[in-house]
């Protein structure tokens, strides 16, 4: 008979150890969300941030993201900023029609004492692969331009992270900002096919999945009324809903970038995907940015397959609304 192991009386818990994320963004009012996600997911533990323009310049997106970590109570994070113009083109003012002129609706928030790190974003994501070989999991919510440029920074970056997850493309609907293009990918196409051409582990979460998941006006009412910073981020939303109202005929949010870190957590279980290559048309011409499954079968394919997301087993506003206004972080 085994015998049973009863634990002492007041023997300390150990919590089980928490996945080590680098985020990259361009901290808008999507990306805002999906940072209070991370901050309230027990299983995962925030090392660093990377900004890239997109929603905003790098540069206010750093700021953006300083302060809400520090409203979060994540103010030991490093946040850096990244690349201003993207590998082709210059950053041309990002999409203040959606995100507001400071990217988070025109909401402030108290200003964070800290100051940006030293490194560049880039550089800072090298560094902490380095000092966590095989442990850092990289969740990119931008313009994929910084992790093209640590690519070239350090070759080896395939095999010092563990995974990719990448917020971006359309392969089966519409793109956000063409008929054919996704809006982090138009962004930097040339960026993003080095990343899904480099030997790592990516999940590619699309417009596919992302506009299935939206935030309702019952969510951001419930929002509104949670305590500080999560109603700031309520707040936030209103200025997103003005937008999608245009676009959908009724106040909604969709949940593009928070959902991207649900699946990262697992909090979102993927029921559905495409494994395959995937590349990404360059240039400037009317395809730029379009996201392609290279589905030759033939063995002449050359690049790692990407995991495209195209469906996940419930609805995420819900488990986001119930997160962010839950009652503490379960660790």
Partial sequence: MTALVW????????PEPRDLVFLDCDTGIDDALAIAYLARSPSLQLVGVGTVSGNIDAATAARNTLD???????????????EHDFTTRAYSGGAPHVHGDNGIGGVVLPPSLRATHEQDAAHLLVTLARQHPGQIRVLAIGPLTNLARALEIEPDLPRLVRDVIV??????????????????????????????????????????????HRFLQEHLDELL??????????????TYFDFYATVYGSRVAILHDPLAAA???????VTNTLDVPVLVTGGHGPDRGRTRADLRTDGSATRRPVRVVLTVRELFAPVLLERLVGTGRAD
């Fill in 263 to 269: 699946v990262l957590s697992g909090e979102s279980q």
């Fill in 7 to 14: 634990p002492l009386i007041g023997e300390p818990h150990v």
């Fill in 68 to 82: 809400l970590l520090d409203v979060l109570g994540l103010g030991d994070v490093p946040v850096a900023i990244g």
């Fill in 167 to 212: 917020m971006g493309g359309a392969f089966l609907v519409p793109g956000n900002v063409t008929p054919l293009a996704e809006a982090n990918i138009h962004n930097d196409p040339e960026a993003a096919d080095a990343v899904f051409a480099a030997d790592w582990a990516v999940t590619l979460v699309p417009l596919d999945v992302t506009t299935g």
């Fill in 225 to 238: 009324l949670a305590p500080a910073p999560y109603a700031s981020i309520g707040k936030m939303l209103d």
